[in-house]
């Protein structure tokens, strides 16, 4: 049997100090948007809700509320948009009424959606049909002309409950039609900056390769390689879970778990299929850690020796949105966690990695492929190819995902290492 990769995204271990070079960019003047900001909470027990997916509908703008609920995001002037909307898995659609001039602080409240599906029959309900069925319909359901989306995209490293590395970039993604595979598929990066902690008990840096090609790589209906290759849908076992609603939609909730033992490891999570149009909506998904070497042979690519790499965690939101009949990809978020022992030493260091990109904008018409010499390669590192932090309007008219509170002051704490 051919040895099929699993995490196509991969870490280095390394023992080195990373150099940062500048990137280009096109600023845009901040005076030609309003902007809309504020929190989303959940109507009835007031907790603020995280990755809730921020739009104006009717157009490819957006971004996705932080793991604190707030938001940001600017609006073209010129676009003379009515409404900014909130759509989040399990609530009812909510929208905020644009006048023309900014809008901050703003607390929008979103309704848990009442659980009232009636039943549907699709071949005895066999979730393992369901999916193969929404696999048969991508050529239908998604784009089926080449896009050029605009994206943002973040990559922290913790070492324990402390912030070392933060980069942040804003990426063109040229993708071709989804009934095409992805090998044609790539990233650039238009603007970027990292930082990097300078405590020399920190020189063990922990880099996502390839980082910013999460967009290509975990996109799993653009790369059924990862998950819905249908070759390989007998490895797994599949079960209908409670329905449930995303934007207004109801949806199939089918969970799977490997019920095979492979040369590599699988997979285990939940793929949410649009009821009606079966197209995938949403996939949460985690790495199989029963075979820790497997795990390990999956993500990591290279380590200092005598460095022992024990993984956690890997797991993976993928998130699509439909707009004028078709389905687009909308948000990824993918999370390392890993420990790393010395021989010597007394204890074990706990890393985590989080990488996240939101589509904040995207067009099918006059698009033409990124040149392969300007193309993010999987062998480089983020943090190698952008500039410094300070800059405080680093982002103008940029839609991005707005920092945590926490993030925020790992920040200002890293900038003062490095005056």
Known sequence: MKRKQTALLLLAVLLAACTAMPAWAQE????????????????????????????VPGTNIGTVTNEDGAFTVKVRK??????????????????????????????????????????VIVRGNDPRYIVEEAIAGISRNYSRNSSLLTGFYRETAQKGRRYINISEAVIDIFKTSYDMNHDRDR????????????????????????????????????????LLDKNTLQYYAFKMEE??????????VISFRPQAVLPYALYYGRLFIDREKLSFTRAEFNLNMDDRSKATEAILKKKPFGLI????????????KERDGLT?????????????DWKRKLFATTYAITSEMVVTDS???????????????????????????????????????????SLESAVNRLKKQQK
Not at 328 to 340: A, D, G, K, M, T
């Open 328 to 340: 687009y990809l909308s948000y990824i978020r993918n999370e390392v966690r890993f420990r790393c």
């Open 28 to 55: 845009e003047d901040e005076g030609n948007f309003m902007t809309v900001s504020g929190v989303v909470r959940d109507a009835k027990s007031k907790r603020k809700l995280e990755y809730v997916n921020i739009s």
């Open 309 to 320: 790499f024990r993984p956690m965690e890997v797991s993976f939101l993928v998130t699509y």
């Open 78 to 119: 010129s676009l003379m948009a009515q409404a900014v909307e909130a759509t989040h898995i399990g609530y009812l659609s909510e929208e905020i009424k644009l006048t023309g001039e900014d809008i901050s602080g703003y607390e929008l409240m979103l309704v848990p959606a009442a659980n009232m599906l009636s039943e």
């Open 363 to 405: 067009r099918d018409e006059n698009v033409n492929a990124i040149p392969y010499r300007l193309a993010f390669k999987p062998t480089q590192s983020l943090s190698d190819k952008v500039s410094d932090f300070m800059d405080e309007t680093f982002w103008a008219g940029y839609n991005i995902i707005e920092p945590t509170e």
């Open 243 to 252: 329905t449930t609603m995303i934007n207004d939609r109801p949806q199939f």
């Open 187 to 226: 990233v650039q990066i238009f603007k970027g900056r990292s930082l990097l902690s300078q405590r020399r008990s920190d020189t063990l840096i922990v880099k996502l390769l390839g980082g910013p090609n999460l967009s290509i790589y975990v996109d799993i209906v653009k790369n059924p390689d990862l």
